[in-house]
């Protein structure tokens, strides 16, 4: 019986198939297209101002906590006190142009030194941090030379604002520096005061001499041996003393006359200047406290009056990170409350992982770890060999004739053969670790997405408020600046124009002049002519 073979190949119209597989992919490319670009304008539009608006927040609140910390380290305040330190740091920082690290410190070292809050420490704490930046000086010695001239003058903290205006306009007149005119006051504040000179005319004294090239330190010194001899001699009134003297001085008729009284009075070492520094009128100084006690000039005018567009800048960055401070404190307090335990969950959930790993079964342990590896190993087992096989040059034709694909496919099933042992092998127990596992993490999960909704929610709020406030002190800042502006635009152009009206009115009246001078010329000569 004759046997014959059948053959036939069996084929599928798939092109119908394909064709919507195009098209749902066409649909798809669009979709995501069009969503990408929503995502990118909701991106550039919302989500970036409000990331850099909630960034700026929480670095000024962390900045914040870092100045009272240090604020309660230098005072030791707390509570209550602590509070109202951090209120005058605040109302500092949206007045001058300055750090946080700087203000901080200056008001803790003022608190320190000098007792003061509120208000009073407030307005110390702006003149010496503006009259720092304003003289170009260091603050801390600043703080050091002036807290120290408070203490030794016994300057009553009501008065200790208006001493800094003054040494500020002995400063500006005389061209003395601040802190060392600060440092002087003290240095001979006691013999000066026991010459009965009072604080004014102590300072005028150290800024004129200082002008003048006086050797400040000689004459000083000089004094202190005019105190001892009084003291001897049974003098009381030591000013008094130093008034006859001075006037017997400038009265001498000659300059060795001059030298005698002034050695007898201050010594041989420093007698000849002392006699040179009251004949040339270096203690003359009534004129000059006068003026310097009836300016009006401040440090807080003037730097009000030198204020630049930089430091303008300056204040307005600090009065928006106090208006943006509320928001960052809320966001640190809901990233403690939320965001902390929520990686702590998250920690525990990995090291639960691993202690359920510790107790499993050596065999299961095997099996998860067969996986990791074979995972781990298969990139770049098959790097390896992509690098490897171009460099045989004489491979067998079997090798040559199988794609890199094909390599692939078999290492890969290989490997889920493995698997597929290992697994059931172990199935039982893989299957009840499994199942725990999954319900342990459904309800981390449930738990982390419930924190994480509520602080989004309660962020987006704070967010809200607050950029609204920030907008709204923006909007008022410029508003007030493009009112000066425009005031003082008037205002100028109301001078141009009143100048512009006087000049002009000049040269008409030199017109006029020159008109009537011609035409009397003319009429001059015209009258010669006819005699002629």
Do not use: C
């Amino acid at each position: 019986m004759a046997e014959h073979n059948l053959t036939a190949q069996l084929g599928l119209d798939i092109s119908g198939f394909n064709a919507g597989l195009e098209k749902a992919q066409g649909s798809l490319e669009k979709t995501g297209k069009k969503m990408s670009s929503i995502g990118k304008g909701l991106t550039a539009g919302v989500t970036a101002p409000l990331m850099a608006i909630a960034g700026l927040s929480t670095k000024t609140a962390l900045d914040f906590d870092e100045a009272m910390d240090s604020i309660r380290a230098g005072t030791g305040a707390t509570g209550e006190a602590l509070k109202g330190l951090g209120d005058t740091f605040k109302n500092v920082m949206k007045s001058v142009p300055t750090d946080f690290a700087t203000a901080s410190q200056a008001i803790a070292d003022l608190n320190t030194r000098t007792g003061q809050t509120g208000e009073g420490l407030e307005k110390l704490t702006e003149q010496l941090l503006n009259v720092s930046r304003l003289t170009k000086t260091d603050i801390n010695a600043n703080i050091a030379s002036t807290t120290r001239l408070f203490g030794d003058w016994s300057i009553a903290t009501d008065k200790q604002s208006s001493t800094l205006d003054y040494l500020f306009k002995v400063s500006q007149s005389t061209g003395i520096s601040f802190t060392s005119l600060s440092q002087k006051m003290v240095q001979f504040g006691a013999p000066l005061r026991q010459m009965g000179f009072d604080f004014d005319t102590s300072a005028a004294l150290m800024g004129k001499w200082e002008k003048e090239g006086v050797n400040s330190e000689l004459v000083l010194g000089s004094m202190r041996i005019a105190l001892a001899k009084m003291a001897q001699e049974g003098v009381t009134n030591a000013n008094e003393a130093l008034t006859i003297m001075i006037e017997r001085i400038q009265n001498a008729g000659s300059v060795g006359e001059r030298n005698a009284l002034a050695i007898e009075m201050f010594g041989s070492r420093a007698g000849p200047d002392m006699a040179a520094a009251i004949y040339e009128g270096r203690f003359a100084i009534n004129d000059l406290v006068k003026d310097l006690q009836s300016s009006s000039e401040t440090i807080n005018q003037a730097i009000l009056d030198t204020m630049g567009f930089d430091e303008r800048m300056g204040i307005l960055k600090n009065t928006i990170g106090m208006a943006l401070l509320p928001l960052g404190e809320k966001l640190i307090s809901i990233a403690e409350k939320s965001l902390l335990p929520m990686l702590e969950k998250a920690i525990n959930f990995v090291s639960g992982l691993t202690d359920k790993f510790d107790k499993l079964p050596e065999p299961l342990q095997n099996t998860i770890l067969g996986f990791g590896g074979i995972a781990a190993a298969v990139g770049p087992a098959l790097m390896a060999l992509g690098n490897f096989l171009p460099m045989i040059e004489n491979i067998t034709k079997v090798l040559k004739a199988t794609s890199a694909t094909s390599w692939t496919t078999m290492g890969i099933i290989g490997g889920l053969i493995l698997g597929a042992i290992l697994i059931y092998e172990n199935w039982d127990k893989i299957s009840a670790f499994l199942t725990k596992t999954w319900n342990w993490i459904k309800s981390t999960a449930e738990n982390i997405w419930g924190g994480v909704k509520g602080f989004f929610v309660e962020t987006w709020d704070s967010i809200k408020t607050t950029t609204e406030n920030t907008w709204s002190k923006i909007g008022n800042f410029f508003s007030n600046t493009w009112k000066s502006m425009s005031e003082n635009t008037k205002k100028s152009m109301s001078d141009i124009k009143e100048y512009i009206g006087s000049q002009m009115k000049e040269v008409e009246n030199i017109s006029k002049t020159s008109l009537s001078l011609v035409k009397d010329l003319f009429s001059e000569i015209g009258k010669e002519l006819k005699k002629i």
